[in-house]
């Protein structure tokens, strides 16, 4: 419960506890599996993403699968209109639920050979400390602990968003675009290891620091 609903439960305790028992009434002939997907719209509609995580979990929990989430919300497409369900799907993939972001599992392709960037010379990177270099137009963060250093592609693992030395803050680099955060030497996203940062092979050669860049 909010702070502000918390005070008006003090507050008001008769009214609110009138509101609640109305809508603990509402939906009780429903078996909870329709209930929380009628919830889902209802989060979806208003676009409050702790709303829609807390119900849709509350569906998974009821027996709903993936695909009858999608399908509630495309029901209520009309109501709802593309760009909250494109929000709402959007919520879903970056919280992980099954049956959002999932592809089908494909042999992969063999690793290309890569191509070497030569960026710069040991002394000009920073102890402990995250650095943007661009070297043939490949956004690079970099990170150096002593004579070890560890590269990763600047690009936000989101949508994609190259990330920006504006967004550096010591050991922490974040995303201008939705303010997601990274942080270094392990590149790993404040919102799960699942969103880590691509990590680069390093090698040093007599004091310089090169990266293999590789699509």
């Known amino acids: 419960m909010s702070r502000a609903l918390d005070f008006l439960v003090k507050a008001r305790p008769q009214a609110m506890g009138a509101y609640f028992q109305f809508l603990k009434d509402n939906g009780s002939r429903l078996e909870p599996k329709t209930r929380a997907l009628i919830s889902v719209i209802t989060k979806v509609a208003v676009q409050t993403e702790a709303g829609l995580v807390q119900y849709a979990r509350r569906a998974y929990d009821a027996g709903a699968s993936g695909e009858e989430i999608l399908d509630a919300l495309l029901m209520a497409f009309p109501a709802l209109g593309l760009h909250r369900v494109v929000w709402a799907v959007d919520v879903l993939i970056e919280h992980g639920f099954e049956g959002f972001g999932d592809t089908e599992e494909e042999t992969p392709a063999p690793t290309p050979p890569g191509e070497t960037l030569d960026v710069c010379a040991l002394s000009a990177l920073p102890e402990r400390q995250a650095v943007k ?13 002593g004579e070890r250093v560890r590269a990763y592609k600047a690009y936000c693992s989101h949508q994609g968003m190259e990330l920006m030395a504006s967004g550096l803050k010591g050991e922490h680099v974040v995303c201008a675009q939705h303010g997601w955060r990274f942080d270094l030497p392990e590149g790993r996203c404040a ?3 699942r969103w880590s940062l691509t990590e680069l092979p390093v090698s040093l050669r007599q004091g310089r620091v090169s990266v293999t860049w590789t699509d």
């Open 133 to 145: 270099r661009t070297c043939d137009g490949r956004p690079l963060l970099l990170w150096r602990e």
């Open 191 to 193: 919102r799960g290891e």
